[in-house]
């Protein structure tokens, strides 16, 4: 192309010419990947040129570069018409490629329908040729069918004949054998029953069994009958005759054992008959005693006569229950009078010995459901050393061995065959169960009272009181023995027995043996006849306050901790008491087994022993309180060591802990109850006497201060005093004091605090002490010994300082809390007189 031949064409159009779709340019690019410039979609002549000549003097290299585009349009222009000239012949190619196939798959579709016509002309083939040979299957099939069902009928026909004939001729033992076999004949043509000749051979052999059944059950009613049910001459015959029943209608042999047990226990109802002596509850086991004999002479005599899976000597002991049950009630109504706890048990123990025995000997095989096993593994367990708690004896034989399965054993269908007539009398012996208890509770108090509380040794923790393990011994005696022979109403009566002799041992044994304090002597009493005025016995009080109160000898420390150890083995006793009379009873009066409330009784014995063991250490603390009121703490001029107030409070903490520790060594959670009872009680009274001391100088506040934390490190360490294991004292514990005592700090370090300006006092008050009552303010203000004109400025800045409402000292709780410390002031002083 020359230079000339160059037409000069608009921007615009040439742009126009040259952009492709977006699909189109990313095909180019993955057929024709290029780095040039100029075969870039976006590509600006402008920007190229600039590249080319970034500067005026690469001007001087034109025409080098005019050189090297027109070579290059040169060599496009050569590969442009070598292409062109190449897809002159494409075209013809391409229909020529197509023709060929096209014939190629007609070469197919014929190949493939010449298949299918032979397929069809072989599969035609084969039926032709099978059929054949499926006629003659059947053929076979039809003919083997006919052989066996003619055969079946030559025996069907022969046996019955000679069933008839052996049964006039009573040879029992090969009718056994055939009559079996005819039935099981029988059972091929029941598809045939349409067929007349059929139907009659099948009315034939129900009438032959009907006949032998009438036969055999009047030959053995012949037999017995003409020997008084003794010893029979034909034997042979009669146990052949067995055999065959076992193949008749089982009705043929329920009607049998039914004759044969009514026969041989004939004489038992004649003997025991209601009229008669030996009937009576007292001569039971002669009963029994008659069975013994009567079973081991039918063994000996037809033992050989019944099969073994008829179990004719436990259908005999069957009956005979059922009698003596039916026997026993009636002869119990008519005579209900004459029976006694002592003829009651009696009979029952007899009874229930005669049930296990018979339970041994018999599976029960005629009484259980069918397909129920009669024989059910128990597992083998070792016997371990016996616990205090009667009630925890199966649990501890439960954890001494280790068994993934326990499998246990049914009851008996024996248990209660005949005991269940005893149930309605039962009455009687709840009754005397009744006053078996009483008795023994009163035995117990008598003991108490004559040998005394428990003797306390050195080295012993609070024992506890050997009647309450004896009354629970009693307990699952009545329990067991009871369960034996009722597991219902009876029961249940016997449960209310228990409960109500629970509620009495706590009372007449646990709470009455208690030490009286002077609480006892009835201060509504003293107060009602003596009209005292209540504000002068408060003031009077208030004087007697430093007078020391009595105190717990250690004999009765112990005797308190004995009771409270007492309490707990009859609580956890009594939830094991609960649970086991769960498990006896019946699944549907469970609901009814219900021992809270005997249990919230030993719950408020052991509450008021730990109440009793800590006032007995509050009274011995409060002379020292009062102590700590009568000194002048004005005066102090030097802070020294603790004073001796806290020293007494300290002698008698670690004289008293100890003792309630070791003697609480087996109910520990109980001491920590009463280590936060104390301390929840004591440090409240010890604010109470700290609001007492006034005034305070600043040195006297200090040295407080230092008894205060004295006081705070010793019952924080309270719990573990003067024991020889150094023991963490409980986190609910200790945030108590730590709380209780910190209140106590701050109000001495607001006390220390000086009291101008007033401002800073009252809010160095707010942010140590944060108390709002106005009343307690005042308490603090009274501790400064300030001026009456000084404190009330501050309690209208307390006021002004304080929400609305919050300060207010005539709200209904705070004249409830006052009327609540007068009325406690009043009843410690009613005590101390």
């Known amino acids: ?130 059929r054949d040979i499926k006629q003659l299957d059947h053929a076979k099939r039809h003919l083997t069918s006919s052989i066996t069902t003619l055969n079946h009928l030559h025996m069907l026909v022969g046996g019955v004949d000679a069933l008839e004939s052996l049964t006039r001729r009573r040879q029992y033992g090969e009718v056994a054998n055939l009559l079996q076999g005819v039935i099981n004949v029988m059972e091929h043509f029941q598809k045939y029953m349409s067929i007349p000749q059929i139907r009659q051979l099948a009315d034939k052999v129900k009438k032959i069994q009907t006949e032998l059944g009438i036969q055999i059950l009047a030959d053995f009613e012949d037999a017995f009958n003409s020997q008084g049910g003794k010893l029979v001459s034909n034997q042979a015959q009669l146990a052949e005759a067995c055999l065959v029943v076992n193949v008749l209608d089982p009705k043929v042999k329920k009607d049998l054992l039914k004759f044969f047990v009514k026969l041989q226990l004939q004489e038992y109802v004649v003997l025991f008959g209601e009229n008669q002596d030996v009937a009576w509850l007292d001569k039971i086991d002669r009963r029994y005693a008659w069975l013994k004999r009567a079973l081991v002479e039918c063994e000996e005599k037809f033992g050989r006569m019944f099969p073994r899976d008829w179990d004719i000597e436990e259908r005999i002991c069957v009956e005979f229950c059922n ?201 509504s009493t003293t107060v009602g006849a003596m009209g005292i005025n209540i504000s002068a016995l408060l003031k009077e009080g208030l004087k007697e306050s430093t007078s020391e109160a009595p105190k717990f000898t250690p004999e009765e420390q112990y005797l308190v901790c004995s009771l409270l150890c007492t309490a707990e083995y009859c609580l956890d006793t009594t939830l094991q008491l609960e649970e086991k009379l769960k498990e006896k009873v019946d699944t549907t009066l469970v609901d009814k087994i219900n021992l809270n409330a005997e249990m919230d009784v030993f719950h408020g014995v052991i509450s008021n022993c730990i109440q009793l063991l800590v006032q007995d250490l509050e009274s011995a603390c409060d002379p020292a309180l009062s102590a700590m009121n009568k000194v002048n703490w004005a005066a102090i001029e030097t802070v020294g060591d603790q004073s001796s107030y806290v020293t007494a409070i300290t002698s008698h903490i670690k004289q008293t802990l100890p003792v309630i520790r070791d003697n609480l060594a087996s109910a520990r959670k109980y001491f920590t109850q009463f280590c936060i009872k104390f301390v929840n009680t004591f440090i409240p009274r010890f604010v109470s006497h700290l609001y007492k001391c006034k005034p305070i100088s600043t040195v006297g506040a200090e040295q407080l201060l230092l008894d205060t934390h004295s006081l705070k490190t010793v019952l924080l360490d309270l719990p573990s005093i003067g024991s020889k294991v150094s023991r963490k004292a409980p986190a609910s514990y200790t945030k108590i004091v730590v709380k209780g005592m910190t209140k106590a700090e701050m109000i001495l370090k607001v006390v220390m605090s000086p009291a101008d300006p007033p401002q800073s006092f009252v809010d160095n008050y707010i942010k140590l002490i944060a108390d709002r009552d106005t009343g307690n303010f005042q308490k603090v203000l009274d501790m400064k010994s300030l001026k009456r004109s000084d404190q009330n400025a501050m309690l209208d800045l307390f006021r002004t300082r304080v929400p609305r409402g919050e300060g207010q000292t005539n709200s209904p709780t705070a004249h409830q809390e006052h009327e609540g410390s007068r009325i406690r002031r009043l009843e410690k002083l009613i005590k101390r007189r």
Do not use: W
């Not at 023709?99 to 039926?127: C, H, N, P, T």
């Not at 016997?383 to 199966?394: A, G, L, R, V």
């Not at 954890?399 to 269908?413: F, G, H, I």
């Not at 009566?493 to 002597?521: I, V």
């Open 1 to 130: 192309m020359e230079e000339d031949d160059v037409d000069i064409i608009d921007d615009e159009h040439l742009n126009s010419m040259l952009v492709f779709p977006p699909d189109v340019q990313q095909a180019i690019e993955q057929v024709l990947p290029s780095n040039d410039p100029l075969d870039k979609p976006d590509f600006n002549a402008v920007e190229y040129i600039n590249s080319l000549f970034p500067t005026e003097q690469s001007l001087a290299n034109i025409d080098d570069v005019i050189n090297r585009m027109r070579l290059k349009i040169r060599r496009l222009d050569d590969n442009i018409r070598g292409v062109v000239r190449g897809q002159t012949n494409a075209g013809q190619d391409g229909r020529q490629a197509l023709s060929e196939a096209q014939k190629a798959i007609q070469e197919l579709f014929k190949r493939i329908k010449d298949i299918k016509e032979k397929a069809d002309k072989s599969e035609q083939m084969v039926k032709e040729i099978t």
């Open 323 to 523: 009698i003596t049950r039916s026997e026993l009630s009636k002869i119990m109504q008519n005579r209900s009078s004459e029976i006694d706890v002592k003829l009651l048990l009696f009979a029952i123990k007899r009874t229930t010995t005669f049930e296990a025995l018979v339970a041994k000997r018999y599976s029960g095989a005629t009484l259980r459901p069918i397909g129920e096993d009669p024989t059910i593994p128990i597992a083998k367990i070792d016997t371990p050393e016996m616990p205090t708690n009667p009630f925890e004896i199966d649990d501890a034989i439960d954890q001494a061995v280790e068994v993934k399965t326990v499998l246990k054993p049914k009851p008996s269908p024996f248990q209660g065959i005949v005991s269940q007539c005893f149930e309605p009398h039962l009455h009687i012996y709840i009754q005397s169960q009744d006053r078996y208890l009483g008795e023994l509770i009163q035995q117990f108090v008598s003991d108490f009272h004559s040998h005394g509380p428990p003797r306390m040794e050195s080295d012993e923790s609070g024992a506890i009181l050997p009647s309450s393990a004896d009354l629970f011994v009693a307990y699952k005696n009545c329990m067991v023995q009871c369960s034996n022979l009722s597991t219902g109403a009876p029961l249940l009566s016997l449960t209310a027995t228990f409960q109500k002799y629970l509620r009495e041992y706590a009372s007449r044994l646990l709470t009455n043996n208690l030490p009286k304090t002077q609480a006892g002597q009835g201060a």
